[in-house]
């Protein structure tokens, strides 16, 4: 069972068939699929939606942001965001791991072609795109009164709209 688990922590976006291939590699015996699943229920190891998280991603801005975040109340928020389609879109959806935790798998994250879509959810609330830091725009909106605030680099998790979208693409 230990070779299992660290296979799922190695690989958390293998299919059922390569993990099988793998047993195999490291120990010698195939095992079959129903034998897996009854191992990865054994293990506490279900099923679940893949999520992406950036390797470029700063734990020290993002606590930073949300200290700085909290002194808002919610209707003073817009979440602002584009949307893209790109090579990263196309990728594995699920994967595996234990039953209290999220799958996760760090990427590299590639710009593709860009479609732009700029809805608004509800101070305004930006990523760290660049055509977001243009000194024109941000002039623009200081000029009707509103402060903008930026996410952290690679954090799209802390802007909403992100959900929205992830049920659209």
Same mark, same amino acid.
């Given at each position: 069972? &230990?070779?299992l688990c660290e296979i799922i922590c190695e690989y958390v976006d293998y299919y059922l068939d390569e993990y099988i291939e793998e047993m195999q590699a490291r120990t010698g015996k195939h095992?079959?699929?129903?034998? /897996?699943?009854r191992s990865l229920a054994y293990c506490g190891i279900t099923r679940k939606k893949l999520q992406k998280a950036a390797t %470029?991603? &700063?734990e020290l801005l993002r606590n930073a942001f949300i200290a700085s975040i909290g002194h808002y109340r919610i209707e !003073? /928020?817009? @979440?602002m965001d584009e949307s893209l389609k790109? %090579?990263?879109t196309l990728t594995y959806l699920y994967s595996y791991s234990d039953i209290n935790s999220r799958a996760v798998k760090k990427v590299v994250f590639v710009r593709g072609k860009r479609y732009t879509l700029l809805p608004a959810l509800t101070e305004q609330v930006l990523d760290n795109a660049k055509i977001h830091h243009? !000194? =024109?725009l941000l002039d623009y909106l200081s000029a009707f009164g509103i402060k903008v605030e930026f996410l952290p680099p690679y954090s799209p =998790? @802390? &802007?909403p709209i992100e959900t929205a979208f992830s049920m659209i693409k």
């Open positions: 069972m &230990n070779i095992i079959s699929v129903p034998t /897996l699943w %470029e991603r &700063n !003073q /928020l817009v @979440f790109d %090579e990263c243009d !000194q =024109d =998790d @802390f &802007n």
